[in-house]
């Protein structure tokens, strides 16, 4: 098929995995997204995935609890998540294979680029846990990051929200959805797409970023197909 992503990047905030729920995992709602992760998978898109942490902890959000020690929880946590999403896409008939970005050798691989870059091309999904494995950085980084070593060609970062508006959607009901927007007018409209430290990370390598819910799981198989769905920010 043509026009479609070859390798993607699949950014999935730990929100998205907790359903209705709002904290922790919620089974049915993985199986669904990893099933539709599997139809990419039979289209023979290579995927890599990010996974962040923010539906069992957020380190910024740890009261008085040390900075570094409130991110290596919020490490830990990307690691359920990334396991949870292995096995669903196990069930779902991926292969697949969990690389983290803190050594913890017992549970998954350790991330080591040419060989994530091997995974990919021998179609298994690979995904990435522990971030960047840095505290003081974010998953949506990590997703800036591994994009770029593994020349992902775009990062489909799936979010709670149907892309970039003009004015806060819940806020303002005639905010109007962008449906591609560049690098600097996001800079000079001030409007949230990712930190800044994940954002210039993308601008500068030229990643382009597309922006979707996840409220219909089967929008990956769409984005994957370049169909017109979220916010492209290029
Ligand atoms: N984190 C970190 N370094 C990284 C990525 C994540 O220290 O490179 C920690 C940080 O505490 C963060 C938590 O992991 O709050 C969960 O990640 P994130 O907030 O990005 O998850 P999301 O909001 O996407 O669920």
Redesign the pocket.
Known sequence: MKNMYKRVLI?????ALAGDKKTGLDNETVHKICSSIKKIYDLGTEIAIV?????F??????GDMDRTR??????L??VMNSLALADALEQAGCDVRVQT?IAMQQVAEPYIRNRAVRHLQKNRVVIFG?????????????AALRAAEIDAQIILKATMVDGVYDSDPHKNPNAVRYQTISFDEVLAKQLAVMDMTAFSMCRDNKIPVLVFSLEDPDNILRAVKQENIGTLVK
Do not use: Q, Y
């Open positions: 950014k999935l905030s730990g929100e996974v962040g942490g923010g539906n902890w957020r380190g910024r959000s740890s409130a991110d290596h929880i919020g490490m946590a990307t970005a522990c971030g960047t494995g840095n505290p003081f950085f974010s998953t949506d980084t990590a």
